[in-house]
């Protein structure tokens, strides 16, 4: 079956720092990627998707770009704040239809903390 | 936009007891709603499927006697954890995938957190 595997956590940085948070996937076919962020205390919201081999997902700052050849959707960030500090989750969704469409498959989940 | 609210957000019941937890997509309509439950430091499990109209469809090893899962609008879905164990205490979530817009993107609920003593 599909899975997703996330980089081990928690990872800590300070303020400014560069993020890279890896993101693996096994899928058959070719899967719509996500990224989602749960803030403490909130819900999932979704943070950036790509639906096709190397397109590029972004959205405040973060990027993924999804690679079917090294069936990876890395998270990246130039420069985190501590307001980005939050529990980040790869997700994939697989775009055939039938009883599949819209389930979601999470990776682990990555705990970030960026300190001042 | 685009607004999944969940109700209760904490709820401790009594083992033996069963609990009703609400989810409701405040400004959009969605035939179709997941719920999912996330162990302490762990990632999300899809449970089940739910669809408007129809009998929920649950993941292998989900238990529907003990889940019920029901979904009587296109704006509600409720998921009743019968006969309620301690080790069903946990945190559920659900997402609604909404009726038109971009189908792949689910909103999430903020969860309801379960005790059961």
């Known amino acids: 079956g599909d899975s997703v595997t996330q980089m081990e956590g928690p990872v800590t940085l300070s303020e400014e720092a560069c993020l890279t948070i890896n993101c693996t996937y096994t899928a058959t076919g070719y899967p719509s990627l996500f990224w989602y962020v749960q803030y403490p205390g909130e819900g999932l919201q979704l943070l950036l998707k790509a639906t096709k081999a190397d397109d590029k997902g972004s959205n405040k700052g973060f990027e993924a770009t999804y690679r079917k050849e090294t069936t990876s959707f890395h998270l990246e960030k130039g420069s985190v704040q501590v307001s980005d500090s939050a529990v980040y989750f790869c997700a994939l969704t697989p775009n055939a239809g039938g009883t599949s469409y819209g389930k979601l498959t999470f990776g682990q989940g990555t705990i970030l903390t960026v300190h001042p | 936009g685009a607004v999944v609210s969940q109700h209760p957000s904490w709820v401790i019941c009594k083992s033996g007891t069963s609990v009703k937890i609400e989810c409701r997509s405040l400004?959009?309509?969605?035939?179709?709603m997941f719920w999912y439950r996330q162990f302490p430091k762990q990632s999300l499990m899809l449970m089940a499927t739910s669809n408007e109209g129809s009998k929920a469809t649950y993941e292998q090893g989900v238990e529907k006697d003990k889940f019920l899962i029901n979904h009587a609008s296109l704006t509600l879905s409720t998921l009743t954890v019968t006969s309620a164990h301690p080790e069903d205490s946990s945190f559920y979530i659900c997402s609604a995938l909404p009726l038109q817009g971009f189908k792949e993107t689910q909103y999430f609920g903020p969860g309801t957190r379960l005790l059961v003593l």
């Open positions: 400004d959009f309509q969605a035939t179709t």
